[in-house]
T-cell receptor, first 114, second 112 residues
Framework: AQTVTQSQPEMSVQEAETVTLSCTYD???????LFWYKQPPSRQMILVIR??????QNATENRFSVNFQKAAKSFSLKISDSQLGDAAMYFC???????????FGKGTRLSVIA | DAGVIQSPRHEVTEMGQEVTLRCKPI?????LFWYRQTMMRGLELLIY????????DSGMPEDRFSAKMPNASFSTLKIQPSEPRDSAVYFC??????????FGNGTRLTVT
């Protein structure tokens, strides 16, 4: 079974600085998808960014980018120019190439310090 | 597009009572998922449906839990009888084919 590990339960960053959240996963598949979801205090789950395993280029969405290392099974999220609104729980998630359910990590709580 | 709609947003009930959580997926989506979120266990998949048919219910914790999807626009998750350890946030999510999951705002269940 696939597993997703987020080794940092909590992180903090100064406003306008850059922070990187770590995620590793375990799978024997070669084709899969990886996601980062944000959960603010409102508890809504918001998709931040997704990466297809067959793509070598790292995904980028505005201030959010990933460092996808397929051989190392690592998928970190970098947030640049951190804003107060970035404070939230961040979940890393994995899905096989079929439309199978997402497997989530335990999450990292990010605090942004003004 | 109204998104995935869950009701109620909050539910407080006493141990032993029946609880029914409701979900309306996004129109046109053919997959529906029920997840449970707790501090200890994070986000766990309970059950998911494809075209209204349950595909995998191995995550349903006990026989006290049941889920139905009578049509493409409605699903329920029922707990009978409820217990304090069932207290959690329950999320419904839907997707079409390989599109990313869209989540509802969740139902916070408190069982006293």
């Amino acid at each position: 079974a696939q597993t997703v590990t987020q080794s940092q339960p909590e992180m903090s960053v100064q406003e306008a600085e850059t922070v990187t959240l770590s995620c590793t996963y375990d799978t024997s598949e070669s084709d899969y998808y990886l996601f980062w979801y944000k959960q603010p205090p409102s508890r809504q789950m918001i998709l931040v960014i997704r990466q297809e395993a067959y793509k070598q280029q790292n995904a980028t969405e505005n201030r959010f980018s990933v460092n996808f290392q397929k051989a190392a099974k690592s998928f970190s999220l970098k947030i640049s120019d951190s804003q107060l609104g970035d404070a939230a729980m961040y979940f890393c998630a994995y899905r096989n190439s079929g439309n199978t359910p997402l497997v989530f990590g335990k999450g990292t709580r990010l605090s942004v310090i003004a | 597009d109204a998104g995935v709609i869950q009701s109620p947003r909050h539910e407080v009930t006493e141990m032993g009572q029946e609880v029914t959580l409701r979900c309306k997926p996004i129109s046109g989506h053919d997959y529906l998922f029920w997840y449970r979120q707790t501090m200890m266990r994070g986000l766990e998949l309970l059950i998911y449906f494809n075209n209204n048919v349950p595909i995998d219910d191995s995550g349903m914790p006990e026989d006290r839990f049941s889920a139905k999807m009578p049509n493409a626009s409605f699903s329920t998750l029922k707990i009978q009888p409820s217990e304090p350890r069932d207290s959690a946030v329950y999320f419904c999510a839907s997707s079409f084919a390989l599109s990313p999951l869209h989540f509802g705002n969740g139902t916070r269940l408190t069982v006293t």
